[in-house]
C-alpha cells in the first residue's frame, strides 16, 4: 500500500499537469489576464514594507519596484520640451553623462500657437520616443496651466489662456507620449498660476470659473486623453496644500472624474503625513531632507510617506486601505509601461525628432504685423541686413527652471539666418544690449562665452550705425529664461521688455523704417513702439531648430500660419487679474476677475488690446464667406453644424485657423461675450477654396451652474461666430436652443 502510494506521488510529479503548474506565469504577469486581477495579485504578494518603498521617491528622480517580484522601478524625467539630462542619484548636479544631449521641442507656448492637434500628436510621439530611449516610464508634463497673467514666470510651459484651446491641444499630445509606454504625468493640478510664494499661496476661486477656467484642460486630459498620472501643484487651495487636497484630488479628479492613475507629488509639494495618507497623494517626490539626523543612511526614509507612514501603520493609528488604493494605481502605471511587453523600444535626438521639431517651430511662429508687405525679406532687392540683439545669439534652451534641456544642438537665430541667406545678402550683427550673459544652468554649459566689455551707450551706438547702412533690420529680442523673466521660481516684474530694449527699438525705428522686431518668449509684452515697427513676429522658444525655423518664416520658404494663444494687452492694466489688484498674491490671491481671463475679459470691459487672442497674420490672404447653420433651433439632444467657405485670395499656398466663438445671447448668470468652442486648422493653395464644418452639442453652449454644481445649456437664443481671431469677426449666425 505504502510502495504504492509512493509511486503514484512520483507518477504525479512527474506528470505534464504538474509539470505546466510549476511553471505556471503568476497572474500579474500575465498580460492576457485583465488588469485589474493582475494588479490585485500583485498586490496580493507585497509586504507592507515594499508597499510603502513604492509611494515614495528613492532618488531625485525615481521610485522603488519590488525587484523581488521582477517588477521595475519607476523613473520620471522632465519635462514638457525635451528629456532632462541624468542628474546625480540624490542631486540636482548633472551626473556627467555624455549620451543624455536630447532633441529640445519647442516650448509649449509655440506648440499650441499652431492651432494644430496634428502638431501635438506628433510632440507627444516624438518626445515619448525619446522618453522611452532613455528608459523613463513617466514624462513630467505636459502642462496646462492657464494663462492668468502675463507676469506668470512659467506661462511658456504651458497652453495659453483658453481653457478649450488647452484641452484640445494635449489629448493629442497625450496619446502620442502614451502610445510608446511612456506616462505623461499632467501638471500643475491645480491652480498654480503665478510662482511668486508658489509653496505657500492660497487661491481663492469660486466654482464657477475653477470648473470652466480652470479644470477643464485637466478633465479632457483625464477623461479624453486617458493620462497615467497627474502632478499636484505647490499652492493651496481651500487652505490645503493641492497636493494632498481633499477637494482637487478626491472628490474631483477621482471622485468626479473617475481618474485611476496616479498624483504624483510636485517636487517638494508634500508636507503632511496624514494629509498625503488621506487626500488622494500617490507618490512623493522631492521633498526636502536634512540628510543628517535619522535621514543619514537614507534621507529618503525621512519622506511623509515612508518611515512616518509605516509607523503609524505599525503603532494601529491608520490602516492599509489607502496605501494598498495607492500601490494599486501604482501597479497599473508599471503595467502599462515598465511591464508592457508590447512597447516599442523609443529612439533619441533622431533627425525625425530634429524634423518634428522644426516642423512645430514653423507653424507655430505668429506674424503679428506686417505693414507695407515687409516680410518676407525680398532677398533679390536687399543687399544688406542687420541683425540686433541678444536673442539673436543666445540659447534659450538652457535656464528656466526645470524644463532645462541639455539639448544635442541648438540653432540659433542668427546662425539659422546666415544658413539660410549664405552670400544672397551681407549679414552685419550687433548686439545692441547686454541682458544675461550667463549661460550655464544646473551644471548643463552651453559653451557660449556672452561677457561684453563695452558699456551700453557704445552698445547702442554701434547698433545704430549697423542699422543705419542696412536696407532692413531685423532685431531679435524679448525675454529669456533667466531669473524673473521666463523662468520657474519668479514671476516677472512688469510687462516691459527688459534690458532698455524699448529705447534701443525706438531709436533704431528712427535711423532705417524697414525693422522687424522678433519677439523671443513665452509671454506677453509691451510694445510702446508698435506703430513705429511695420514688422512684428512671436519667435517663442523653439528648442534645437529654433534659427531655422525663424529663417524660414522670415526668409517666406515658410508661410506662417501660428496664432496667438493669449492676449497681449497694450499695458499690465488691461487684464483682468492686474486691473483688480489680485495679481500675485503672497499668502492669498483672490480670483477677482473670476471667468474673466484674457479674451474674455478685454471683451466684456471693450478694451482694444494689442493682439488679440487667436491673432495670427499670413503671407496669403483669406476671404470667409457667409455662415451659415443646418438649423435655426436645437434640442438639448441634438447637434448643430455650422459651416463657412473659406478662400486663399492672394498669390501663395497657406493655412488658416478657422475659429468657432459661440455667445449666450441672454441666460441667468453672467457670461463672457464669447467662447471658444471650435478651430479647424486647413491649408489651401492660392486660388483654393474649402468649406469648413462645425458640428457642436449642447456642450458648447453651457456653462457651470454652483447651484446645482452641474453643467447647464440654458433655452434661449445663441450666436455662433466665425473669426480669423477673437477680434476679427467674419460672420455670425444665431440659433435657438429650445
Ligand atoms: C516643477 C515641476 C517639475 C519638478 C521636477 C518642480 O520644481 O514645478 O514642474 O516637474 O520640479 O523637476
Redesign the pocket.
Known sequence: MFKKSIIAAIALLVSPLYLQAQNKVPVYLDDSKPMKERVEDALSKMTVEEKIAMIHAQSK?SSAGVSRLGIPDNW?T??PHGI?PEVLWDEWSQAGWTNDSCTAFPALTALAATWNKEMALLYGKSIGEEARYRNKNVL??P?VNIYRSPLNGRNF?YMGEDPFLTSKMVVPYIKGVQSNGVATCV??FALNNQETNRHGVNVVVDDRTLYEIYLPAFKAAVQEGGTWAI?GS?NKYKGQQACHNEYLLNDILKGEWGFEGVVVA???GAHNTKEAIFNGLDME??SWTDGLAWGKSNAYDNYYLAAPYLKMIKSGEVGTKELDEKVRRILRLSFLTTMNRSRPFGSFGTEDHAAAGRKIAEEGIVLLQNKNNILPVNLSTTKKIAVIGENAIKMMTVGG???SLKAKYEISPLDGLKKRIGNQAEIVYARGYVGDAKSDYNGVVSGQDLSEKRSAAELMAEALKVAKDADIVIFIGGLNKSDFQDS?GNDRKGLELPYEQDKLVSALAKVNKNIVFVNISGNAVAMPWVNEVPGIVQGWFLGSEAGNALAEVLMGDVNPSGKLTFTFPVKLQDNGAHALGDFPGTEEVIYKEGLFVGYRWVDKQKIKPLFPFGHGLSYTTFEYDKVSADRKEMEASDKITFSVKVKNTGKRAGQEVVQLYITDLKSSLPRPVKELKGFEKISLQPGEEKTVTFTVDKAALSFFDDKKHDWVAEPGKFEAIIGASSANIKGKVGFILK
Open positions: 528622480f520620471m522632465d519635462g532632462r513630467l508634463g502642462g510651459e501638471k500643475h502632478m505647490y510636485d517636487w517638494g517626490f522631492g527652471g526645470s524644463s520657474e
